[in-house]
Nanobody, 121 residues
Framework: QLQASGGGLVQAGGSLRLSCAAS????????MGWFRQAPGNKRECVAV????????YCTDSVRGRFAISRDKSNNTVNLQMDSLKPEDTAVYYC????????????????WGQGTLVTVSS
């Protein structure tokens, strides 16, 4: 089970930190990542982190602004989002799967509930 938190309303240029809490079993055995879905758009992969900590940023627009990380102390994957833009407004979903490639392709086995991020201009 994946529990996402940290969404909210922020002004453009601001920051938010999303967290996804997982069970120890899921955290230790799965790659994890974040997807997002803006109103009227398809879900898109944002970032993925493998079990070994290797990171993949799927969306060019977030590179240099977003950072994904793993926290072993509490089985949590975090997404630090800086320099937020109105186009980052979306529901963000935490995902997990055995394979990074499946996450990137949108075929994750596990999806958490979404957390809404709203960036005002």
């Amino acid at each position: 089970q994946l529990q996402a938190s940290g969404g909210g309303l922020v002004q453009a240029g601001g920051s938010l930190r999303l967290s996804c809490a997982a069970s120890e079993r899921t955290f230790s055995s799965r790659a994890m990542g974040w997807f997002r879905q803006a109103p009227g758009n398809k879900r898109e992969c944002v970032a993925v982190i493998g079990r070994n900590g290797d990171t993949t940023y799927c969306t060019d627009s977030v590179r240099g602004r977003f950072a994904i990380s793993r926290d072993k102390s509490n089985n949590t994957v975090n997404l630090q989002m800086d320099s937020l833009k109105p186009e980052d407004t979306a529901v963000y979903y935490c995902v997990a799967d055995q394979y990074v490639s499946r996450i990137v392709d949108g075929r994750s086995a596990y999806w958490g509930q979404g957390t809404l991020v709203t960036v005002s201009s």
